[in-house]
C-alpha cells in the first residue's frame, strides 16, 4: 500500500528566515504530486504540482519554490519568510490518469513570527 | 473549472441519514464531481466520484440528476466521528488542479 510522509509536523519560523518542508511518497512510483496550503478558515489552495522529476507547475506566484529532486520526493521553499505565509501546508499524491482523486499528507502547521 | 456551491455549515444526530447537496451549474461535459471529507488538522480524504446517476461505496452515496448541475452526499447513519468539513469538487482530469471551496461543516450530536 502506499504511504505519504510530511516532516516537520509542525514550525514555528521567523519573518525572514528559509523553509525547507520535505515530503516523500511510498509503495508507488512516479506518482502525480501537489503542494496546498490552507490558512485560517477552509479553503485548501493549490501551490504547485508535478508530473515527473526536475517537473513543477506553480499556480499561485508568491515567494515560495518547489523542487522533486527524486521520483517520489516533493520539496517546498521559501528563502525568506513572510508573515503571510503562515498557514497548514499539505502534500498529496495521485496516480497518473486519477489526478482527482489525491492522497493527502498530515501536514505541517507553519507560524510564521 | 466549474465552481460549487454547498451550504456552509448543518447539524445532525447520531444514527440519522445526512445529505449535502452541492450545485455545479457550469459543470461541463467532462468533468467529475469528487467529494472529499477532511477533520481538523488532518489532510482532505477522497470519500467518492461519479460522473452520472448514483454511485455508492463502503462510506457514502453520491446521486447525480440527469442535468448533472448538482449533486448530493449521502451519509447513512452518521456517528459523532463524521463530524468533519466535507467538499465538493468539479472539474476534470486536469492535472490535479482541484479547487477546494469553502465546504460544508457538518456537526453530529449525540
Known amino acids: 500500500s502506499q504511504t505519504i510522509h510530511q516532516w516537520p509536523a509542525t514550525l514555528v519560523q521567523p519573518v525572514g528566515s528559509p523553509l525547507s518542508l520535505e515530503c516523500t511518497v511510498e509503495?508507488?512510483?512516479?506518482?502525480?504530486l501537489y503542494w496546498y496550503r490552507q490558512a485560517a478558515g477552509r479553503g485548501l489552495q493549490l501551490l504547485f504540482y508535478?508530473?515527473?522529476?526536475?517537473?513543477i507547475s506553480s499556480e499561485v506566484p508568491q515567494n515560495l519554490s518547489a523542487s522533486r529532486p527524486q521520483d517520489r520526493q516533493f520539496i517546498l521553499s521559501s528563502k525568506k519568510l513572510l508573515l503571510s505565509d503562515s498557514g497548514f501546508y499539505l502534500c498529496a499524491w495521485s496516480f497518473k490518469g486519477a489526478a482527482d482523486e489525491q492522497y493527502f499528507g498530515p501536514g505541517t502547521r507553519l507560524t510564521v513570527t | 473549472l466549474a465552481k460549487t456551491t454547498q451550504p456552509i455549515s448543518m447539524d445532525s444526530y447520531e444514527g440519522q441519514e445526512v445529505n449535502i447537496t452541492c450545485s455545479h451549474n457550469n459543470i461541463a461535459t467532462n468533468d467529475y464531481i469528487t467529494w472529499y471529507q477532511q477533520f481538523p488538522s488532518q489532510g482532505p480524504r477522497f470519500i467518492i466520484q461519479?460522473?452520472?446517476t448514483k454511485v455508492t461505496n463502503e462510506v457514502a452515496s453520491l446521486f447525480i440528476p440527469a442535468d448533472r448541475k448538482s449533486s448530493t452526499l449521502s451519509l447513512p447513519r452518521v456517528s459523532l466521528s463524521d463530524t468533519a468539513v466535507y467538499y465538493c469538487l468539479v472539474g476534470g482530469n486536469q492535472g490535479g488542479k482541484l479547487i477546494f471551496g469553502q465546504g460544508t461543516e457538518l456537526s453530529v450530536k449525540p
Open positions: 461519479g460522473y452520472k
Open positions: 508535478s508530473v515527473g522529476i526536475g517537473q
Open positions: 509503495g508507488t512510483s512516479n506518482p502525480n
